[in-house]
């Protein structure tokens, strides 16, 4: 079994910054792709950004320049840099991870619990 655990979310101001972490653990094998998702009530949920295989990155358009996401592999940790923000971040910010776990060499996709991200004055 894998599990995700979050943290980092909270409320601050516009301009602001926030930093969220989130680590996989259980049976992994290997991670083939992880990364962060947002949702806002009434709205469908957007990428934020991820990691793939081959160390690409990839972005949703509304968070380049601002959002930076990095990585610890040893840990199986992704962290999400938040700056400049905005009102419309403000959102549930759900940690994703795919995964091939050492049960059976099985892969899975796993979401966590997500963490409420609110940027207001």
């Known amino acids: 079994q894998v599990q995700l655990v979050e943290s980092g979310g909270g409320l601050v101001q516009p301009g602001g910054s926030l930093r969220l972490s989130c680590a996989a653990s259980g049976s992994i094998r290997s991670i083939n792709a992880m990364g962060w998702y947002r949702q806002a009530p009434g709205k469908q949920r957007e990428l934020v950004a991820t990691f793939t295989n081959g160390d690409t990155t990839n972005y949703g358009d509304s968070v380049k320049g601002r959002f930076t996401i990095s990585r610890d592999n040893a840990k199986n940790t992704v962290k999400l840099q938040m700056n400049n923000l905005r009102p419309e971040d403000t959102a549930v910010y759900y940690c994703?991870?795919?995964?091939?776990?050492?049960?059976?060499?099985?892969?899975?996709?796993?979401w966590g619990q997500g963490t409420q991200v609110t940027v207001s004055s």
């Open positions: 994703k991870t795919d995964v091939w776990s050492t049960d059976l060499s099985r892969r899975y996709v796993i």
